[in-house]
């Protein structure tokens, strides 16, 4: 008879073809035989039976030996087998659960655990695990069979699908175990029970339903691993989420990023929480938006929400802002902790802002909460307060343009700094240009900012020594439309015969020249040579013309000059004040006055004395020497200009 090692020796030459129901009862016929010299008589060897001299129970047996440690995982890596092995004369174990004395002819799995000889029952750790392992491999390759046979999937799509099931593989484990104790599972291997247990579970027409909708094997995986079992949960839900105009392509995203607790909730507490804040401004149509984008709401508690509502409602916003600012930034509400919104708000509030002027703020732009404190608002508030920006101007920033408060330092606003440095523009009229302009670091500085600069410097005719004067004095500049505004408004001053060098110093002079109405430009410009009678170098020499209000400063004020017959530069017409206006007015007045009666006392002497009036020995003057020098009125008649017929 062989002996155990040569049975385990010839056991190693086996290929691993054994079916895995047989496999689990891997037994002990190698340790259970007896010494061939305990034999009177031998009895005749059957083909693949266990040797005749087992049956004699009178006679004594040897102690077990017990495995090595190579044979121990020899054996249980036998569980992996899945196919029948060929019989061959001289095979030991039966290789079949078909085969008449299966449960006999396999050894028992338990001898495999045994750490010594000596009868301690003592349980090899290191072989448990390799055990379960090896289960969770047999469980693994059942799933991968039943999604292939009843679902159809391709062997890749399968194979990635199972290995991020780990939690379902251990779920389908323990439930095949525990069917065990069922009297009508009893008898059944460990592959039937686990093929029992899939099947229940319908998870195959669940994949199948999930990847109808859209979803990765890695969503379907997650999910699947979040329902701890009650795979159904996943439907119900879905159904659920439609209620809510949840969109079919958002609804896996919605429940993996949820909570693991989502598919613990039932529907009464899902339509309390939507409930809640369909009553605080959150209109329905709304709600399927604001759960995809912010779905930890799901699994916030009444007690939370009430909580997180009463936050902003205490700050003065209204009903319908906070119904908006959820609409326009969920994750403010639902994402964030009570101690990190409340840390924000206090921070906030050291630029002088009161709580009124935070609700109001917050709801314009509730993206301010998604931000943080330490990475994006501090060292945005340093670099600010280095270019000389005060705490008023950043107050001013953070009220006009709060999203610069939200857009990353180093590529956007360092960036664009630099760009101004290099055009010549110093750090203080860049803090200035900031604190007047603050949508300015909001602009592409490559589609927006760049190209401005360059039409100004090639088609508008800016020197490039004015360049960082006329961005200083105008950065509203930035702002602008090239084809739709700087262009139209650069041809229609060409168009009144102004030269290109001379319309880029009437912009290094007032920038603010391409930015006006057209629609008010040329009633201004029709009214100054038509009416006033006025050169075209007058309106080259002060464009802050065009800034002043036609009805409200030019017409009366041109008025006041015509009947009083006197004339100022339009510098000196139209920028004092009405009372400085009227000083200037009545001082020319006296002066003319004075200088006509100077005159006609002349006249008057040369007439009665019958001497002629040496000119040389009249008083001199002011009547030309100044800005605001006096002058007969202008002739009535207009002068004809082509460029306004």
Known sequence: MLSSHSCLASLRHCPLHFSTTTTLHICSAVNNQQNPESHDEPIPRKHNYKSSSILRTNQPQEPQTPLSPQEKVRILELALVTKRTPQFPGSIFVHSPGDADVSSSLPPLNTLFLGSPDGNDRVDEDMLVRAVEIRRKVTAEILKEALMKQGKFGITYTTNLVRNLPDFIDYVMIEAASLKRMPEFSDLTFNSRARTVIEDSNVVRLVRWLKHNAQSYNR?????????????????????LKTVYVKGEFIGTVMLRAGDNIFQRSHEELDEIVDYLESKGVRREWMGFVISRCAPLLCLTMEELKTRVSFYMDMGMSINDFGTMVY??????????????????????????????????????????????????????????YLGIPRNGMRKILVVKPIIFCIDLDPNIVQKVKFFQDLGVRDDAIGNMLAKFPPMLTYSLIKKIRPVVIFLMTRAGVSEKDIAKVIALGPELLGCSISNKLEVHMKYYLSLGIRKWQLGQMIADFPMLLRYNLDVIRPNYIYLRRTMVRPLIDVIEFPRFFSYSLEGRIIPRHKVMVENRVNFKLRYMLTSSDDEFKKKVEEAVERRRKFESRVSESSDSQETGGEVLDVSQLPETSYSESEDSISLSQNESAISDPQLL
Do not use: H
């Open 220 to 240: 379907i995986a997650k999910l699947i691993s979040m329902t701890k079992g009650d795979l159904e949960s996943i439907r119900r839900l879905a159904d659920w």
């Open 328 to 385: 326009d930034s969920p994750k403010a509400l639902g994402y964030f902790t009570l101690e990190e919104m409340t840390q924000k708000v206090n921070y906030l509030r050291e630029f002088d802002l009161n709580d009124k002027e935070l609700g109001k703020l917050l709801a314009f732009k509730p993206d301010l909460m998604c931000c943080s404190i330490e990475e994006r608002w501090k060292p945005l508030v340093k670099y600010l307060y």
